[in-house]
């Protein structure tokens, strides 16, 4: 008993140092894999014979069985436009990729799922992740006062480079500020409702420091889709937070909104915010939707699109084509994988935003234990979409996680008696 207890524990603490890496793209092995994915794999084999369990279970489950037959065609398409027809080692290297991200969603499910308490301690060590991961944006924000404060010399630029790129754009634990953008995206919601849900005082301030922390960082990112996404989330949140009655988080969000709309009409251009203005500044003189560039690019993949429709060109072949990749995720797989890849790929992300916006229901109803869980995943995954719609974000392993959570909170919360009373 002490034994398995001990193996128990192991296992836990694989997952907890293997989502804490998730993030640490900087930490690259070979190209495109991390030091995550070595903690991952000795996660998997920790648990051996347990997977002919767990078959049976993925069998019986429907809403685990339902997603694991989306990535299952997900990721044959990805090897039919990957392996199949292109056999080069560059697209070999992506579709492994991509089974890998597929492998990881599915497996955060089945553990996270076997019991609340296992649902609690994935998201405990997530917790751990987005607090840490808010360190990392925390030394970039002193590097930039460090900046201020000092001119550049070549050992201090590289100092900085750990936390910025090139073009003085806040990258944080990754490699590109557009990665950390959508990171922070996907996860500020969630740390907004972490920090309204705590009653003690202590945390109440670490959650709230942690998302200034990640609203400063966003912002020097530069990232114009970023900023954009998470102020339509902000805006929807007003009407929620109105029907949920919480007028004390509405107040907080009105002053987060008025914070913002103060950075872009102040007269005092900071480093982040400048260049996020003028670049809504030259899609509006434009009267277009987006900048040139991205248009143009959205064309071409349309047109390669139209070139291969069933199966698309081939992964990584719309770089090899036009040395860019493709800024929009849905036409990104569209481009490279045809419609066999696409609409698996559509039919995941409908069936992950279903499972969230249940799971709010279903928390509301009979657990508001994970309240706080259930809407900052369902508005955190709302505002990475519409991020989607300007950055290539299916091969970011946080989306993949987030996927995994979701649909370990909607069989969580399915086993919950429905007479259970509300949680005051």
């Known amino acids: 008993m002490t034994c398995s207890k001990t193996v128990e524990r192991i296992r836990w603490v694989l997952l907890g140092t293997f989502v804490i890496l998730l993030p640490w793209t900087k930490l690259e092995l070979a190209e495109r894999f991390a030091a995550s994915e070595i903690v991952f794999l000795a996660l998997v084999l920790s648990y051996g014979t347990h997977w002919l369990g767990w078959a049976k279970r993925l069998w019986h489950d429907r809403t685990l069985r339902t997603f694991a037959v989306l990535l299952l065609l997900w990721v044959l398409a990805c090897g039919v436009s990957g392996v199949v027809i292109q056999r080069d080692a560059d697209a070999v290297k992506l579709f492994g990729g991509f089974v890998y991200l597929a492998a990881l969603a599915l497996f955060v499910s089945m553990i996270s799922s076997r019991s609340e308490g296992d649902l609690e301690a994935a998201t405990s060590w997530s917790e751990a992740m987005l607090a840490i991961s808010a360190l990392a944006i925390v030394g970039g924000s002193l590097t930039f006062l460090w900046y201020i404060a000092h001119p ?177 995720t849905l036409l990104a797989v569209l481009a490279e994988t045809g419609l066999i890849g696409f609409l698996p790929l559509l039919s995941t992300i409908v069936f992950i935003g279903v499972l969230a916006i249940r799971n709010v229901v279903r928390a509301t109803r009979w657990n508001r234990r994970w309240m706080p869980w259930c809407w900052g995943l369902l508005m955190g995954m709302g505002a990475e979409f519409i991020f989607a719609t300007q950055h290539a974000i299916q091969r970011s392993r946080h989306i993949w996680l987030a996927f995994g959570l979701v649909v370990a909170l909607s069989i969580v919360l399915m086993r919950a008696p429905r007479s259970q009373p509300k949680s005051p």
Request: net charge positive; proline share 3%.
């Open 152 to 328: 550049i010399s070549d050992s201090q630029y590289n100092f900085g480079s750990l936390f910025f790129s090139h073009s003085e754009k806040l990258i944080g634990p990754f490699e590109k500020s557009n990665q950390l953008a959508g990171f922070i995206v996907l996860f500020a919601p969630l740390v907004y409702e972490l920090a309204l849900s705590q009653t003690k005082r202590l945390r109440q301030v670490v959650y709230g420091g942690a998302l200034i922390v990640m609203l400063v960082g966003l912002v020097m990112t530069a990232s114009r889709a970023g900023f954009l996404s998470l102020g339509i989330c902000a805006l929807l949140y007003i009407p929620i937070l109105i029907l949920r009655k919480r007028y004390r988080a509405l107040l907080i969000m009105l002053q987060v909104i008025m914070l913002g709309a103060a950075l872009l009409l102040s007269p005092i251009r900071w480093p982040g915010v400048s260049r996020i203005v003028k670049g809504f500044d030259d899609v509006l003189s434009a009267g277009q939707v987006t900048d040139g560039f991205r248009l143009r690019n959205w064309s071409q993949a349309i047109h390669a699109f139209l070139e291969s429709p069933l199966h698309g060109i081939g992964l990584t072949q719309f770089d090899v084509r036009y040395q860019h990749e493709v800024h929009n």
